[in-house]
């Protein structure tokens, strides 16, 4: 396979797998934007989360939330729970690895918050402990995830989210969470302003 043929590969691949994720996760995606705005007019926010790639994700929607999407407009309360090195490795080294997002929680989160957890394999130990975490304090998990939703979605109750993008690559997976990021800052700029 020749290397041009290598990217047309990815690039059909990724709109399949966008194309498979549209007609299956918009209602779920609308439902999970509509939960968001309903904490934030609550005067809540939203806790995000997520291990490399996915960590990055994480940042770039409390970014999106802190700063602006696409419109000017004031800055809505979101904090990535994976920016802050100091903190992340204080919890490993004292703690455990397990413990760096639920320690984050049971000191930040309160009830009627929101957890955005982006995992492409649901098993991330520390993304449980998160979930658990935020259970306690009775915060609502919105959970972008891929793959068998893992053990991330045995754990999920009721009013919890999952958002589950229709694949096995995990390269696909973080692609169209990307777009369910844009997605939710979109429709939540469009339900608190409008236009």
């Known amino acids: ?32 934007s509509q939960k968001m ?5 609550n005067d809540k926010k ?3 989360c997520g291990n490399g790639g996915s960590a990055g994700d994480a940042q770039h929607f409390s970014s999106e939330m802190l700063n602006r999407f696409e419109r000017e407009r004031p800055a809505l309360p979101a904090i990535a729970l994976t920016t802050d090195t ?5 919890i490993a080294n004292d703690y455990h ?3 760096i997002f639920a320690k ?6 309160q009830q009627g918050d929101i957890l955005l957890v982006y995992t492409s394999s649901g ?20 959970a972008l995830t891929g793959k068998d939703g893992g053990t991330l979605s045995s754990i999920l109750k009721e009013p919890d989210l999952e958002i589950r993008v229709p694949s096995e690559s995990t390269a696909r997976i973080q692609e169209v969470h990307l777009l369910i990021t844009h997605c939710l800052c979109d429709l939540i700029d469009h339900q608190l302003f409008g236009g």
């Not at 100091?86 to 204080?90: A, K, P, R, V």
């Open 104 to 109: 984050q929680i049971r000191a930040l989160g």
């Open 37 to 41: 705005v309903e904490s934030l007019v």
């Open 97 to 99: 690895f397990d413990e």
């Open 86 to 90: 100091m903190t992340i490795t204080s």
């Open 1 to 32: 396979m020749s290397l041009q043929d290598r990217i047309i590969k990815h690039f059909s691949e990724s709109i399949q797998t966008k194309q498979d994720a549209m007609n299956s996760l918009s209602e779920l995606i609308a439902f999970a």
């Open 46 to 48: 939203i806790l995000a």
């Open 123 to 142: 098993n991330s130990n520390n993304i449980i402990s998160a979930v658990k975490a935020a259970h306690d304090k009775e915060i609502s998990i919105i």
